[in-house]
């Protein structure tokens, strides 16, 4: 099992940017699919992005495909969302996930490690 924590969340404007870490311990980290998930209130979690083991193969949600990247350090058990164009519709908790063989990298019930959350919230 995986511990995993993240950091960079905060208050924004709408079009600005933030970016999300999260550090990966009590595991390989380098064998691991990452991703991020995100629950706004009164909505259900849902997938935002994720990367392979090795970081060559990216998903995104449709909703952020253009303005989030995901990208990982497997020297520093680092993985990373760079969020651009913020906006109110983005405001949300953020998790980290680890798994090591998803069924599905889009569905959150494939990970069995999480985050505590980090919460990001775009002001309009």
């Not at 020297?75 to 109110?88: A, D, F, I, K, S």
């Amino acid at each position: 099992q995986v511990q995993l924590e993240e950091s960079g969340g905060g208050l924004v404007q709408a079009g600005g940017s933030l970016r999300l870490s999260c550090a990966a311990s009590g595991g390989t980290f380098s064998n691991y699919v990452m991703a991020w998930f995100r629950q706004a209130p009164g909505k259900e979690r849902e997938f935002v992005a994720a990367i392979n083991s090795s970081g060559r193969n990216t998903w995104y949600a449709r909703s952020v495909k253009g303005r989030f990247i995901i990208s990982r350090d497997n020297g520093e058990n680092t993985v990373y969302l760079q969020m651009n164009r913020l906006n109110p519709d983005d405001t949300a908790v953020y998790y980290c996930v680890a798994a090591a063989s998803p069924r599905s990298v889009v569905a959150s019930e494939s990970y069995r490690d999480w985050g505590q959350g980090t919460q990001v919230t775009v002001s309009s």
